[in-house]
């Protein structure tokens, strides 16, 4: 079969590979729709997940059942399906401790493009079928559904771990199509005033439209000096961070409220430690909590998200902004991830002709 790789570090193309193996609880998969990643930036160009070589990358896909092993029960080939971009062991013991993401070891519930091969490919293997997949309903559009996989469960899950209440300002640092996301779970969460750091014209006519009440721009100087000087020197209740540098964690400290907390799922390169200015943090006295957490994923976290898009309590068809037409335009996806030109939000590469 064919896909799209990391060849080596700061190195994609295409390779042939086997088909992948199917054990009795697997899937294999056909994509129908996929979607690049900053992660798979971060992977290719900067190291973030070590030396890696001849990876198919790509986790975000939906896609046709092909083959189903001997045990699966719930989905047969020829099934629409949503993949999400974390596919548990969900018999593992940190999946019963209620971290599913980390079953089998630290992250090693991600693992499309990070220890196993990745969806882009024109066949890709799930592991646990029953408890991963999702079925696709018609009424959703592939190039829609597919940014369930890893864009709007990343999102949430920030708002989830920022524990927001009723009331609370927020601060979400990165809009991009994560952080767009965290900025509507906010605002599902009962958010009072939701500040928005950002940049992009594209990504700033969204995020007011998914509530934003503030944009501030980081390139007019640092944001958590504009934070404080919009809130009168208080801060604000609650920090996302979405997006941004290895400086970014500091900054959040920084604008936080004492007894605030910081939620980041963000995916930090460039660095081997994240600083945290001790004053700021009250000599690590202040109760500023920060939480930081990779999403879940399986079949119950999509059917939840696909239920709040059919009530229109979630927008994600705004997140799409490029639509590409089969597999050979990949390389071109990848690169909008990586140059992030000033009207993208997210690309989406349809593979199949039945998904246009």
């Known amino acids: 079969m064919k896909g799209f790789a990391m060849l080596a570090p700061n190195e994609v193309g295409f390779t042939e590979k086997d088909r992948p193996a199917l054990c009795a609880k697997d899937a294999l998969v056909r994509p129908l729709a996929v979607s690049?990643?900053?992660?798979?930036?971060?992977?290719?160009?900067?190291?973030?997940?070590?030396d890696r070589h001849d990876m198919i990358l790509g986790h975000e896909a939906v896609g046709v059942i092909v083959?189903?092993?001997?045990?699966?029960k719930d989905f047969k080939p020829g099934d629409r399906v949503i993949v999400p971009a974390i596919t548990p062991d969900w018999g593992a013991e940190r999946s019963q401790a209620g971290f599913p993401m980390h079953s089998g070891g630290m992250l090693a519930g991600?693992?499309?493009?990070?220890?196993?091969?990745?969806?882009?490919?024109?066949?890709?293997?799930?592991?646990?079928?029953?408890?991963?997949?999702?079925l696709l309903p018609d009424w959703l559009a592939p190039e829609h559904?597919?940014?369930?996989?890893?864009?709007?469960?990343?999102?949430?899950?920030g708002a989830e771990l920022a524990d927001i209440g009723f009331g609370h300002s927020v601060a979400v640092i990165g809009i991009g199509a994560v952080g767009l996301m965290a900025l509507q779970g906010a605002a599902l969460r009962g958010a009072g005033h939701i500040y928005a750091v950002g940049s992009r014209p594209i990504s700033v006519k969204v995020a007011q439209a998914f509530g934003a009440n503030t944009i501030v721009n980081y390139k007019e100087g640092p944001i958590a000096e504009q934070i404080l000087k919009l809130t009168n020197g208080e801060g604000v209740d609650r920090v996302i961070i979405a997006g941004g540098t290895t400086k970014t964690l500091g900054q959040a400290i920084e604008m936080?409220?004492?007894?605030g907390i910081v939620s980041t799922v963000n995916y930090y390169s460039g660095a081997d430690y994240l600083e945290i200015p001790r004053e700021a943090w009250g000599a690590g006295m202040a109760h500023k909590q920060i939480r930081g957490g990779l999403t879940p994923g399986g079949r119950l976290r999509m059917e939840q998200l696909l239920d709040?898009?059919?009530?229109?309590?979630?927008r994600i068809a705004e997140l799409v902004t490029h639509v590409f037409h089969g597999m050979e335009h990949l390389p071109e996806a990848l690169e909008l991830m990586h140059d992030k030109p000033k009207d993208l939000i997210k690309p989406v590469v349809l593979i199949?002709?039945?998904a246009k």
């Open 36 to 50: 690049p990643c900053t992660s798979d930036i971060h992977t290719v160009y900067e190291g973030a997940l070590g």
């Open 67 to 72: 083959e189903v092993g001997a045990e699966v």
């Open 110 to 134: 991600w693992k499309f493009s990070n220890f196993k091969d990745g969806v882009f490919a024109d066949v890709f293997h799930v592991n646990d079928a029953d408890a991963n997949l999702a």
């Open 145 to 157: 559904a597919v940014m369930l996989c890893d864009m709007a469960t990343t999102g949430l899950h």
């Open 256 to 259: 936080v409220k004492p007894g």
């Open 308 to 314: 709040m898009v059919e009530s229109g309590r979630l």
């Open 352 to 354: 199949d002709e039945d």
